[in-house]
Nanobody, 127 residues
Framework: QVQLVESGGGLVQAGGSLRLACAAS?????????????MAWFRQAPGKERDFVAG???????RYADSVKGRFTISRDNPKNTVYLQMNSLKPDDAAVYYC????????????????WGQGTQVAVSS
């Protein structure tokens, strides 16, 4: 498995931007790096379920939740073993803990399909 560590969360005013990062590291000698995994971002607001935000395939294809299309961009830098989520035009409804997740083969919007998760990073948006 790969270990995931998110960073970049914080407090931002509505309309502002943040860039989240997810750094991946594999067990030494395992050969597992970011390039072996489909990556995704999920978010969970208090009292709500953990929802799919964006995903990126091994070849760089992307998928987004309707609520963030046109505002968020997911990207991956395999040599740096890092996945990013650029979030623009943030709204109060975007406030949540954002989680990075990894799985093999194909992007899925189901959180139950991912068995590797980071610890999360908090995003707060003031109105």
């Amino acid at each position: 498995q790969v270990q995931l560590v998110e960073s970049g969360g914080g407090l931002v005013q509505a309309g502002g931007s943040l860039r989240l990062a997810c750094a991946a590291s594999g067990r030494a000698g395992s050969g597992r790096t970011l390039s072996s995994y489909v990556m995704a971002w999920f978010r969970q607001a208090p009292g709500k379920e953990r929802d799919f935000v964006a995903g990126i395939s091994l070849s760089g294809g992307t998928r987004y939740a309707d609520s963030v299309k046109g505002r968020f961009t997911i990207s991956r830098d395999n040599p740096k073993n890092t996945v990013y989520l650029q979030m623009n035009s943030l709204k109060p409804d975007d406030a949540a803990v954002y989680y990075c997740a990894a799985r093999p083969f194909v992007v899925s919007e189901g959180r139950e399909e991912y068995d590797c998760w980071g610890q999360g990073t908090q995003v707060a948006v003031s109105s």
